[in-house]
């Protein structure tokens, strides 16, 4: 399975990913903030902000295809939270704040997707970590990226041994039940691991930080 499917495009070369880790960190807050404070009546400030994010992404040569690809799956999600507000009212009012949230979303969206495309998140953490962000967070997300990869290989293996012993096709009830089960022993297997690398990590004197060569 690829490691890199969560930020294909971070180690590039390009003036983008040159940039230092704060002040790239700096720019996209701003963008979002910058995005949280403008009423969607102005909405050719929306405008020019999503244009700058897409001259960036095309600097730092990530695919426009890729960005399509992440949007399709989360326009699904803001949309459903935005139609909750017009939906709540009869569809008689609210398609201003639902209009809102659906921009404000999807240009945070973007600036975050440009950020981690740019930055390796193993850089981004000793970023937030400089700007204030919580040690004990910071750690939470350190190991989340660590092994969300080994959860996903162990998925893998579980799908397939499950694939080389059915031999029969099965109903939809028999399919939500399989998956089920499935995602079941996923999550013992993972608390187990969980347990074992915490005992590991205490053994090895850990105490909460998170230390780097920088």
């Known amino acids: 399975m690829p490691r890199d499917f969560l930020d294909p495009f971070s180690r590039g070369s390009t003036i983008?990913?040159?940039?230092?880790?704060?002040l790239k960190l700096i720019m996209v807050?701003?963008?979002?903030?910058?995005?949280?404070?403008?009423?969607?009546?102005?909405?050719?400030?929306h405008g020019c902000?999503?244009?700058?994010?897409?001259?960036?992404?095309?600097?730092?040569?990530?695919?426009?295809?890729y960005l399509l690809v992440r949007l399709l799956f989360f326009l699904p999600m803001i949309l459903g939270l935005a139609i909750a507000v017009p939906?709540?009212?009869?569809?008689?009012?609210?398609?201003?704040?639902?209009?809102?949230?659906?921009?404000?979303?999807?240009?945070?969206?973007?600036?975050?997707?440009?950020?981690?495309?740019?930055?390796?998140?193993?850089?981004?953490?000793?970023a937030m970590r400089r700007l204030g962000l919580?040690?004990?967070?910071?750690?939470?997300?350190?190991?989340?990226?660590?092994?969300i990869f080994v959860v996903f290989d162990e998925l893998?293996?579980?799908r397939e041994a499950r694939r080389a012993r059915s031999f029969t096709r099965r109903g939809f009830f028999a399919a939500w039940q399989s998956?089920?089960?499935?995602?079941?022993m996923l999550l013992i297997r993972s608390m187990d691991r969980a347990e074992r690398v915490h005992g590991a990590m205490c053994a090895r004197g850990f105490d909460g930080e998170i230390r780097t060569l920088e």
Request: charged fraction near 10%; aromatic fraction near 10%.
């Open 16 to 22: 983008c990913h040159r940039l230092p880790d704060r």
């Open 87 to 126: 939906a709540s009212n009869g569809f008689a009012r609210g398609w201003d704040v639902a209009l809102t949230v659906l921009m404000r979303g999807t240009l945070s969206f973007m600036g975050v997707l440009w950020l981690v495309n740019t930055t390796p998140f193993d850089r981004l953490l000793v």
């Open 49 to 65: 902000l999503a244009a700058a994010l897409f001259l960036a992404m095309s600097i730092a040569g990530i695919p426009l295809r």
């Open 156 to 158: 893998q293996r579980m």
């Open 134 to 147: 919580p040690q004990t967070l910071a750690a939470i997300l350190s190991f989340m990226y660590r092994y």
């Open 29 to 45: 807050l701003a963008v979002i903030v910058a995005a949280m404070l403008v009423p969607a009546a102005y909405w050719p400030v």
């Open 179 to 184: 998956n089920a089960q499935l995602i079941g």
